[in-house]
Structure formats: C-alpha cells, structure tokens
C-alpha cells in the first residue's frame, strides 16, 4: 500500500504511520506482511481502497469496491467509507448495485 508515499519521498515513520491507520480501517493488519499473490480478492479490494486513502485524493471513485467481500465485512467497510467521507474535504462517487 504505501509504494507510492515511497516513491513520492515521504519519510519512513510517516509512510508506516499511514499504512497502520489504513490498515486498521481496513482490517487488514494482519496481511501486511503478505504479498499480494496470497491475498483474496477481498483483501485486494481492500488494498487498493488503502492505496486510494495513503494518496489523499480530492476524489475518490469507488465502482463496485465492495463486491467480493462477505456481508458482514460490506457492512463495515461502508461504515468505514461514510466515516472516510466525513473526515476528508474531498468529493467520493460510489457505485453500486446493491
């Protein structure tokens, strides 16, 4: 997830801090370690909304973001991003069928 904070110069502690936090509203602290290959497609969905977060974007596009993960873990991953949109200033278009 945090590829593109290193490539864009930001320190370690910074990069690492972010990742945490991306990581615990994703629920994907355990996975960190893993790479990408070994994750679900869930976790993967999961790992590119946490790219999209460590960036800060003045737009998120979310197009069917959740549709591999469980019920249960759709449920809270919205909460999540309703949470997200509270907290940034920026605009989210999210799509769905649900």
Not at 16 to 26: P, Q
Not at 40 to 50: E, K, M, Y
Not at 71 to 95: D, F
Request: glycine share 8%; no cysteine.
């Amino acid at each position: 997830m945090g590829f593109s904070l290193k490539m864009t110069g930001h320190s370690k502690n910074i990069t690492k801090d972010k990742i945490l936090e991306a990581s615990r509203i994703l629920e994907l602290g355990n996975y960190l370690g893993r790479k990408p290959k070994a994750l679900s497609g869930g976790q993967r969905q999961r790992v590119a909304i946490g790219r999209a977060i460590l960036q800060d974007p003045s737009v998120f596009l979310f197009d069917q973001q959740l549709s591999k993960l469980d019920a249960e873990l759709r449920v809270n991953m919205r909460v999540e991003i309703a949470r997200l949109y509270k907290q940034s200033s920026g605009t989210m278009i999210y799509v769905t069928h649900d």
